[in-house]
């Protein structure tokens, strides 16, 4: 389809990201030398194939789907549809202020594969009035979860294993079937993931628009997608496997998928299936004149689920690790610059990181010691005028007791003045008493 990449252009294009050869033209030259031999006898190899799908069978499988759609969409019941089970997901409501994701993680088994699936629903996706940011959520989801493996891969001890890897290897994204265009979240959405995720646009609850108004509804859609240049994800074409190319090729030629989905058990003539039960007729989810949901069901998870799942790995990740590592510092030598500073190996980046850092430590300890003058100083500065107050304060204390002490002394002074003069007084009158008492004496007795 015009405006995507066919998986053999993503692995030509991200070949220089993956592996990185000091000497591109001697390993040209010795690709050239590479010789087929045919072999003499069994050698066992063959059977590596076999060892693989042990493996698989041991470990399982882990899948995760980001399901983007306005509330009521129907995003929970196709996912139901979709694994045939009752996954009992969070019910979503129209009252959310923001976008947030809600990720539910579920332990699936048919026969002897255990599928681990985490499905990630949007909740008040396209309820607010302003829509411009609403696809800003999600790319944060998308990008911490790489972040995350990035992290885990650049660690000294690596347990990949181990991991829990929630990168969404698939992106349904629901059209409402207004059966007119996409709206202009559709494609502000689709165009900040499309290079972040596989994005399978489906128009969900195509039960209620007309065949005819479907079919024109889809050719605007495509056509609105080519004109944005939206990449959606292409059902990959394989030489080796004509069956596949042919329903591949079909699943291609359908999109956007138009589906219903359904819990519900519906009797159509003498079978039993899925679907919807109207009172102008019954729809069936596996009639494919019905719907495009059998061709979704069979494209994702019987033909291409590993593929999505390695081609996130080889293309988006590898697009997001590229990306980060850039930013730390790695190139690769076709891109590496070292008169300008650019670096190969970890050694280089090591050696610049920690010059750097020690330049920035250099700076931190001189910027630290000069914050600490300034302090000590203000301090000192502070201290000193506490202490002039101090003084101030003791001055005046000092000369008020001073004062006092001279009033004190003043007032005991005039005090001692008083009290002789009241005995000298008193001197006074008691020898003016004694003087009388004799005078009265003296002339009794004459």
């Not at 596949?244 to 058990?265: D, E, F, H, K, R």
Request: some cysteine.
């Amino acid at each position: 389809m015009p405006g995507t990449s066919s998986p053999n252009d993503i692995n030509q294009n991200f070949t220089r990201i993956i592996t990185s050869e000091p000497n591109t033209k001697q390993n040209a030259s010795s690709l050239k030398e590479i010789k087929n031999v045919k072999l003499k006898g069994y050698v066992g190899f063959e059977r590596i194939a076999d060892q693989y799908v042990s493996k698989m069978v041991r470990d399982g499988i882990s899948f995760n789907i980001l399901c983007i759609g306005e509330t009521g969409i129907g995003k929970s019941t196709l996912i139901d549809t979709l694994f045939n089970t009752n996954l009992n997901t969070t019910s979503m409501d129209h009252c959310s202020d923001k976008v947030s994701l809600v990720s539910n993680t579920f332990e699936l088994k048919e026969k002897n594969i255990n599928l681990k699936l985490t499905v990630i629903e949007t909740s008040g996706y396209g309820d607010q009035i302003n829509k411009a940011n609403s696809h800003e959520e999600i790319l944060k989801y998308i990008n911490e979860q790489y972040e995350n493996y990035v992290q885990e891969e650049l660690g000294l001890k690596r347990q990949i294993k181990q991991i829990n890897d929630k990168r969404v290897h698939l992106c349904l994204y629901f059209i409402c079937p207004t059966g007119h265009s996409l709206k202009a979240i559709d494609l502000n959405t689709m165009k900040a993931l499309d290079s972040k995720v596989n994005i399978v646009p489906i128009i969900a609850k195509a039960d209620t628009i007309c065949k005819n108004e479907l079919i024109d509804f889809k050719k605007r859609i495509m056509d609105e997608i080519f004109k944005n240049e939206v990449n959606i994800y292409q059902f990959p074409i394989n030489e080796n496997e004509p069956s596949v190319n042919n329903q591949n090729l079909i699943t291609n030629s359908l999109y956007p998928l138009a589906v219903i989905g359904s819990s519900q058990m519906v009797k159509v003539g003498n079978k039993v299936s899925k679907g919807r039960q109207y009172e102008w007729g019954t729809v069936s989810i596996e009639n494919e004149m019905h719907c495009d949901f059998v061709k979704l069901r069979e494209s994702l998870l019987s033909t291409n689920l590993f593929d999505l799942i390695e081609l996130t790995h080889i293309k988006h990740y590898q697009m997001y690790r590229a990306n980060r590592l850039r930013e730390i510092g790695f190139f690769d030598d076709l891109e590496a610059d070292t008169d300008q500073g650019d670096f190969r190996t970890i050694k280089d980046v090591y050696i610049a990181k920690k010059s750097e850092l020690d330049e920035v430590i250099q700076r931190n300890e001189i910027q630290i010691k000069e914050e600490f003058v300034k302090k000590v100083k203000a301090k000192e500065q502070e201290i000193k005028e506490i202490e002039k107050e101090l003084n101030g304060k003791f001055n005046q204390w000092k000369s008020e007791q001073n004062e006092w002490r001279d009033r004190i002394e003043f007032k005991r002074r005039e005090l001692d003045d008083q009290i002789r003069e009241f005995n000298e007084r008193k001197f006074s009158l008691d020898k003016l008493k004694l003087s009388t008492l004799s005078s009265n004496k003296y002339s009794k007795k004459k």
